[in-house]
């Protein structure tokens, strides 16, 4: 039971990558963290971490060892989770991954709903820009760009969003509205880098049968994508964005697209699960819910142009 406890503590040390982080939430102490990690060391014969003052890592020995360890408490808590399905009682913890801007626009104001029609399942959000690793944080479901390149999660493509140039009423109204590819060359431009690919997404144009790249010089680059609309609302110039993330500021005026049909491009997300024999009902529960947020939402369906 000892040696149990100490596989449970490791287990949450390496996917926090840190012993105080882990205790917390496993509800003991760092010392008591660190002693079951030494017992686990002792029992073994092996170092399992790195340790230096400033950060923790595995050893090879470690990483192997934990593969192993992740590998039979997942077989353990899929064997537990069908003994519990067996009763048809929805029950249980799900850990959901989601970027922010999904996360806080889509899926937390929708939970609500779900809690009270599954009461005894809880939802664990982690809502964070950066591609999670599914199966080593223990992660159940994960919102994320599709598709994910080098990956044997399970995927279901839920929404696809088109990007759109916009601008403020008082920018374009200053500036004036480009009516042309070439008309881009006189305005500020303000770009996103992505979380996904660090890089800023090329504006990709139509010019009759042809797509073009605009390779107009950014007046702005930001990294956070309300950042970005905030900036546009003020004036700043004319952005490339995905349509979900401004429908609210075109439906109230306060944005306004340009170069509408010219634009090129879209962003497709999909719902992503670990692979496994026996999905639980609270993860299939949560899937199915979220599936049905996502593709019903008025501002993820296609839309045209205004």
């Not at 989770?81 to 999904?102: K, N």
């Not at 880098?193 to 930001?222: C, F, K, M, Q, Y």
């Not at 609309?229 to 500021?249: D, H, K, N, Q």
């Not at 496994?276 to 142009?305: C, G, M, N, W």
Request: with cysteine; net charge positive.
């Amino acid at each position: 039971m000892q040696n149990v406890r100490g596989i449970t503590t490791f287990i949450r040390i390496v996917q926090t990558g840190n012993f105080s982080r882990a205790a917390r939430e496993l509800g003991i102490t760092p010392q008591g963290a660190s002693i079951q990690v030494k017992q686990l060391e002792e029992w073994t014969g092996v170092r399992l971490f790195n340790r230096s003052t400033r950060r923790i890592s595995l050893t090879e020995e470690g990483k192997g060892f934990y593969e192993t360890c992740v590998t039979a408490i997942g077989s353990i808590d899929e064997e537990i989770e069908r003994m519990r399905d067996s009763s048809q009682e929805v029950v249980g913890t799900v850990r959901l991954a989601a970027p922010v801007g999904m996360g806080s626009r889509f899926i937390a104001p929708s939970l609500g709903r779900f809690l009270e029609k599954y009461p005894r399942v809880s939802v664990d959000l982690l809502v964070q820009n950066r591609i999670p690793d599914i199966v080593g944080e223990g992660i159940d479901l994960g919102i994320l760009p599709h598709p994910l390149p080098h990956t044997n999660l399970v995927a279901r493509r839920v929404v696809t969003s088109p990007f759109v140039l916009v601008a403020s009423p008082a920018y374009l109204q200053r500036y004036g509205r480009p009516q042309a590819v070439e008309d881009l060359a006189r305005h500020r431009r303000v770009d996103l880098r992505s979380w996904i690919t660090n890089t800023v997404r090329p504006w990709r144009l139509l010019r009759g049968d042809e797509v073009v790249v605009s390779d107009v010089r950014a007046s702005l680059v930001t990294n956070d994508g309300d950042s970005l609309i905030e900036a546009i609302l003020s004036g700043a110039g004319i952005g490339l964005i995905t349509m979900y993330r401004v429908a609210p500021y075109l439906r109230s005026g306060r944005l306004e697209t340009v170069l509408d049909g010219l634009v090129e491009g879209d962003l497709s997300w999909s719902i992503y699960m670990q692979q496994r024999k026996h999905v639980p009902q609270k993860i299939r529960a949560l899937s199915d819910y979220i599936y049905h947020v996502l593709s019903t939402h008025p501002d993820l369906q296609p839309r045209e142009p205004a």
